[in-house]
């Protein structure tokens, strides 16, 4: 599957606007792509800029992918299409001088230029206003695509000047459809929509053995806890820590570990239920008919709690401890 066909998939009314544009060659000289992580907005401002400049552009494939353009635009290298991302925690306005300066020379392979800045909200009120007169007075050939998770931090002036186009989150059905597409067994698709509403994010659980060796310490994990396997506290000092060392990768173990709980849970409600991880079905309706849905909530409220402890100073490896000893009633 093509990025076109994948992008329609995930965003279906964004693409028909798009794609009736590009057409018709009445794009308009700016957009602000909004939305949530994860949701395509870079991938389809990508696209928009291989559609310009497609060598093997088709009435219904309007990017290729696969000719000279369309790769160097992909890989981020062709001349004609500048990307403008924080350097930091902001765009500065040295970043939107140099931007300026390259924009008022002749376009190095057609009269055709394409702006995308990513994280537009993260410009400084210097760097936005030094934007404004490209977007007041815009250059034949010129388009300008700002994208954003956060439109009301961007300045009026500036969202006045631009086109929105919004896109919507996607459910989990159409996240695993779109991983499924990309080549993921629905097993792994399924588990990784449960935790990421973001397809750039999935496909990086794909890349090397990290998600992995985490799902099955988090399952070893499980089991201690319930008294099925290696002491828990043995666990967390001899797996979890190595592998969990950073904040954020432990705020993913913990929602892995929470998947298993939810699973649980529904196990408990409905025994014709198909858990999302399949693979521990057999030991979470044990689970099921062992635990009450009290202890089972109770279960899911202690690991909330416990990820919402991340962003304070905590001792992390004495978080999991603390969390292990609470569920288990010491």
């Given at each position: 599957m093509g990025l076109q066909d994948e992008l329609t998939m995930m965003q279906p009314v964004v693409m028909k606007i798009f794609s009736k544009s590009v057409r018709e060659n009445r794009l308009s000289h700016g957009y602000l792509l909004e939305g949530s992580r994860g949701?395509?907005?870079?991938?389809?401002?990508?696209?928009?800029?291989?559609?310009?400049?497609?060598?093997?552009?088709?009435?219904?494939?309007?990017?290729c992918g696969e000719c000279a353009n369309c790769i160097r635009i992909a890989s981020h290298n062709h001349p004609d299409v500048h990307l403008l991302e924080p350097d930091g925690a902001s765009i500065k306005i040295d970043q939107v001088r140099a931007l300026k300066q390259e924009l008022s020379k002749r376009g190095m392979e057609s009269d055709q230029k394409v702006v995308i800045i990513y994280d537009a909200e993260k410009m400084t009120v210097q760097s936005a206003n030094s934007l404004l007169k490209f977007i007041e007075e815009p250059e034949g050939g010129l388009l300008l695509l700002f994208l954003t998770t956060n439109p009301g931090q961007i300045l009026p002036t500036i969202q006045s000047r631009l086109q929105p186009v919004t896109f919507k989150s996607l459910t989990f059905d159409s996240l695993v459809a779109s991983l499924t597409a990309a080549g993921i067994s629905e097993q792994k698709a399924r588990i990784y929509a449960s935790i990421t509403g973001s397809v750039e994010e999935a496909k990086t659980f794909e890349e090397g053995d990290w998600f992995s060796d985490a799902r099955n310490v988090v399952i070893k994990l499980y089991e201690?806890?319930?008294?099925?396997?290696?002491?828990?506290?043995?666990?967390?000092?001899?797996?979890?820590?190595?592998?969990?060392?950073?904040?954020?990768?432990?705020?993913?173990g913990l929602e892995l570990l929470l998947l298993l709980y939810r699973d649980r849970l529904h196990l408990t409600l409905d025994e014709?239920?198909?858990?999302?991880?399949?693979?521990?079905?057999?030991?979470?309706?044990?689970?099921?008919?062992?635990?009450?849905?009290?202890?089972?909530?109770?279960?899911?409220?202690?690991?909330?709690?416990?990820?919402?402890?991340?962003?304070?100073?905590?001792?992390?490896?004495?978080?999991?401890?603390?969390?292990?000893?609470?569920?288990?009633?010491?």
């Open positions: 949701t395509g907005k870079k991938r389809t401002a990508l696209w928009l800029a291989q559609s310009l400049f497609c060598l093997e552009r088709t009435e219904t494939n309007l990017a201690g806890i319930h008294h099925q396997g290696t002491s828990p506290l043995i666990i967390i000092q001899e797996s979890w820590m190595p592998l969990f060392k950073e904040k954020d990768k432990m705020a993913l014709n239920y198909e858990p999302i991880c399949t693979a521990q079905k057999e030991m979470l309706g044990q689970e099921a008919l062992r635990k009450s849905l009290s202890e089972t909530t109770g279960e899911i409220e202690k690991i909330l709690a416990a990820k919402s402890k991340l962003d304070s100073n905590m001792n992390t490896q004495l978080l999991m401890e603390q969390l292990v000893l609470e569920i288990q009633g010491r």
